[in-house]
């Protein structure tokens, strides 16, 4: 079974600044995606981000990349140059490609943007 | 492209009543994904169509919970009698269960079920 924990129930940055949220997990499987979603207020998911377990290239999108490390279980995002809007809930997700592909999610961790 | 769509938006019920919940999802989409997020928690599956058939579905409490799918479209959830601890909102989301997207799931607003 997979299982997804982040660590950071609360973070908070300054405008500009940078952030890592924290996030291991754990699988049987060999062949998996790893994601960051971003929840506001509107209760909206929204991806942010996905790694495929295959690449080692850690993946990028504009100021949003993550580390990952295979071997450890751990996946990482950072977020560069943080915004107001950046504020929100931020969820690690994994899904197995072995079964239903389904995502199972951490229990979030609430960021901070001080302006 | 329009979004997942999801009615209706907020719904107070009490204890021992029932309730249902709609989801359109993105048209094309051949699968479907109902999750429940309880507050402080991050979403769990509760079940997963592919067109109408389910693919998972072991972690939905069926004593109480029924959801379809009929002509794999729109679909519905629904609670019979409702408890306490079913208060949550209840997301949908929708994928073309295709590789070269990761299979990324898109999300609808949620629906926020309060049970008094």
């Known amino acids: 079974a997979q299982t997804v924990t982040q660590s950071q129930p609360e973070m908070s940055v300054q405008e500009a600044e940078t952030v890592t949220l924290s996030c291991t997990y754990d699988?049987?499987?060999?062949?998996?995606?790893l994601f960051w979603y971003k929840q506001p207020p509107s209760r909206q998911m929204i991806l942010v981000i996905r790694?495929?377990?295959?690449?080692?290239q850690n993946a990028t999108e504009n100021r949003f990349s993550v580390n990952f490390q295979k071997a450890a279980k751990s996946f990482s995002l950072k977020i560069s140059d943080s915004q107001l809007g950046d504020a929100a809930m931020y969820f690690c997700?994994?899904?197995?490609?072995?079964?239903?592909?389904?995502?199972?999610f951490g229990k979030g961790t609430k960021l901070t943007v001080n302006p | 492209e329009a979004g997942v769509a999801q009615s209706p938006r907020y719904k107070i019920i009490e204890k021992r009543q029932s309730v249902a919940f709609w989801c359109n999802p993105i048209?094309?989409?051949?699968?479907l994904y109902w999750y429940q997020q309880i507050l402080g928690q991050g979403p769990k599956l509760l079940i997963q169509?592919?067109?109408?058939?389910?693919?998972?579905d072991s972690q939905l409490p069926k004593d109480r919970f029924s959801a379809e799918r009929l002509k794999g479209v729109d679909s519905t959830l629904k609670i019979q009698p409702a408890k306490l601890e079913d208060s949550a909102v209840y997301l949908c989301?929708?994928?073309?269960?295709?590789?070269?997207?990761?299979?990324?799931?898109?999300f609808g607003p949620g629906t926020r079920l309060t049970v008094t």
């Open positions: 997700a994994s899904s197995d490609m072995g079964g239903s592909e389904k995502l199972v």
């Open positions: 699988t049987s499987e060999s062949d998996y995606y």
């Open positions: 790694q495929e377990a295959y690449k080692q």
């Open positions: 048209s094309g989409h051949a699968t």
């Open positions: 169509f592919q067109n109408n058939g389910v693919v998972d």
């Open positions: 989301a929708s994928s073309t269960h295709d590789r070269e997207t990761s299979y990324e799931q898109y």
